[in-house]
């Protein structure tokens, strides 16, 4: 099995920024798709960022976001720039696992969340 844990959130004013950081581990082979996902309270949760062999951002986000890999070490960064209030939401990580070489099935594994708020 595989845990993904999540960190960097906080709180922070409009226009700043923080870097969220999540880590996986356990069995893996290889991690196809790293993203992220928020979801507000009463809200859905949504896509903000995808990576895989190129990289996917919600239209919200776009010019303020970016996602980054380090595969090496099987993590994934968002960097969130010029916070915005609407940004205010628990930011869940999102890996599809090949646990091994010959693995015929992708399992997709989530982390608890980190919280991020956009206030003064």
């Known amino acids: 099995q595989v845990q993904l844990v999540e960190s960097g959130g906080g709180l922070v004013q409009p226009g700043g920024s923080l870097r969220l950081s999540c880590a996986a581990s356990g069995s893996i082979f290889k991690i196809p798709v790293m993203a992220w996902y928020r979801q507000a309270p009463g809200k859905q949760r949504e896509l903000v960022a995808a990576?895989?062999?190129?990289?996917t951002y919600a239209d919200s986000v776009k010019g303020r976001f970016s996602i980054s890999r380090d595969n090496a070490r099987n993590t994934v960064y968002l960097q969130m720039n010029n916070l915005k209030p609407e940004d205010t939401a628990v930011y869940f990580c999102?890996?599809?696992?090949?646990?091994?070489?010959?693995?015929?099935?992708?399992?997709?594994?989530w982390g608890q969340g980190t919280q991020v708020t956009v206030s003064l």
């Open positions: 999102n890996a599809v696992v090949l646990h091994t070489l010959t693995a015929r099935s992708r399992y997709a594994y």
């Open positions: 990576s895989e062999d190129s990289t």
